[in-house]
């Protein structure tokens, strides 16, 4: 056949496809949108929209969605339409008969009834996503509503929404099983490159949905909803593997055994990762929550601002007592030589109560002497927040892709004993000849446990790797700005920000040969880390010179007068400046050629690092040092606003709102984190 009867085929079959596609819509949304969901069950609703987003990214990767828009390269691109002509329509015509038998024989059995739609929700897919807690990018929502207007216009009757009258949750469990494995048959029909697509699509979107959501039991409905399609994908991927493998034995790109056992694993461990995630985010709400209740005499909590059953189907570990977490001075051993030491983190000695000892190192947190008028917040704040973050740190086991050290409890290095709960010390506060050094806290944490690391050798920051180590090559930086810019990607989604992201808070154990892995590092400290809630009061950064090239110009001090609160995007501004001294492997005034001195003197010189930063010729040697897609993906940190997919300049959406949150870390994903994945050298 020549190519224009090719092309002209693929056009038509796509046309087809997109005609029963757009049933296949109207009928999902309609399901969706369904009134009366039991809340017991709600995670069956979660799961069907996870399955519609499935689908809808499945269009988009083939090209469908581009058809709609009048656009036919991505469809010409690929044989798809013309290879499994026949299979993707009788694909596409079994989920649209799946949703119409079902609807039809629950009305059928007066389980489901019509009820006028006056607020007209089937026809706003945004209101019904916020209302869902559901992320809906502007594409999707655009084509639900063009769906729902053509059923409308084909129809004698205003068409009604449904209202479950008695929930059928054993034929529901079925539709969404077979729904799933029509969807799982959709993408095997695709090559290799476009299944990872829709991979990521899929997950960038559970990630967003992750983001919006914040209530124990919400994030209980969504965990049952991730194990649901894990086990549903585990259950079905021996049939979805031969079948796979057979429809791309014609295919100009078959998928080999090993390759369909790789993908499986990299689908599982994504499902699996979020899963985690949002049992983490629960813990880390149930933090929040225990942190607003007081501890009765007893040690006890209130459980009225916790969802316990919820809590209890996501076996979340219970959260810890302030007491618990405060550790004695006197069990701290600080090393010697870092005892009278200014530096962020020293190493030390922790007595265990069974008398025994390891070694840990501690992270400090200092405090100022409160004064009337000061815009820091007061100490029994920062105490507050400190605990919040030790509890958060402490919890066991963390995600994977979480790589921070795991935190044993803090303490008052001005105290010698904790004395179980914190003592009222306002008037040593006031004090201006207290030790400066004495005026911190201490996050202790211990080493990680891995036999190939080194027992004794103390971590190492990125900072001191830059000034002494030998520059590692493109593939080992390029892992290390990847998994950087992953753990920042998965701190914000459990709601925290960082607020000291440079190049001497990413630290390294070193393995028995002294050796370090640049994909392996942790991200430390959290000195001024906090939750990302609009009512939490921000810390007042350091006037050090130094630390202000890492901070957006709004977020140093020397803009106090006209600095906002802290945000995400501050944090990725900060990894994009991490991403230059990685590229140059140079501390960031080596680069800029920044005498750290007269810029103690001179704060304008910090504030200019960004429009330095971002200067055609400076972005030019990012991409001649690694490439394209590393130039591009920190390029877009730096600049932040549009190129982060928020409206306005540095002060424009709002990302304390949920939705404006979600949007930003799919594009953090999209655009940075998954384009770094992408290299290969």
Known sequence: MDPVSIAGLAISVASIGLQVYQSCVQGIQLLVTALNFPNDCRYLNLRLRMEQQRLFAWSETSGLLDLDAENREKVLASNTFVLHRQTILDLLVQVDCLFKEFREHQLRNQRLQTVPDPDGVLHKPEQDAAEAQFPLPPRRRDFIKKAMRSLRSGSHDAVQRLRWASFDKAAFELLLSRFSTLNDSMTGILDARMQVEIHD????????????????????????????????????????SSSTTTNNAASASPLPAQMLAA???????????????????????????????NDDDNGNKDNNACDSDAAKSLDLTPVPLKRSLILDRAAVHIDPADEDSDAPRCGATLRLPDGTAKRVWVEWKEYDCQRPGDLSPPKDVIHQRVWELAALLNHSPKPSAFRTPHCLGFFDKGKGSSGG???????????????????????????????????????????ELLETARKPRVTDRVKLAHAVGSCLLHLHAVNWLHKGLRSHNVIFFQTTDGQVDYAKPYLSGFDFSRPARADEMTDVPSDDAAFNLYRHPLAQSAALEGRGRFKRSFDIYSLGVLFVEIAHWAPIERVLAIDTNAARGRPSIALKVRDRLLEPDRIADLGACMGSLYETAARKCIA???????????????????AVAARLSMVLHEEVVKRLGAIRI
Do not use: W, Y
């Open 263 to 293: 993908q499986k694993s990299a689908n599982d461990d994504g499902l699996q990762l979020l899963s985690q995630l949002a049992k983490f985010k629960a813990f880390s709400e149930s933090i929040e929550s225990r942190g607003r209740d």
């Open 421 to 463: 709960e914190e003592d009222n010390d306002d008037d040593d506060d006031e004090n201006d000849d207290d030790d400066i050094l004495n005026r911190r806290l201490g996050l202790v944490f211990e080493r990680p446990l891995d036999a190939n690391l080194h027992a004794t050798l103390p971590p190492i920051c990125l900072r």
């Open 640 to 658: 932040g606003g549009p190129e982060l997919g928020l409206a306005g300049g540095d002060d424009g959406d709002d990302e304390t709102d949920d």
């Open 201 to 240: 699509t899929v997950l960038d979107t559970h990630r967003g949905v992750l983001q919006l959501h914040h209530k124990i039991s919400d994030l209980s409905r969504l965990v049952m909803a991730l194990n649901i399609q894990l086990a549903s994908a585990s259950s079905s991927s021996s049939s979805s």
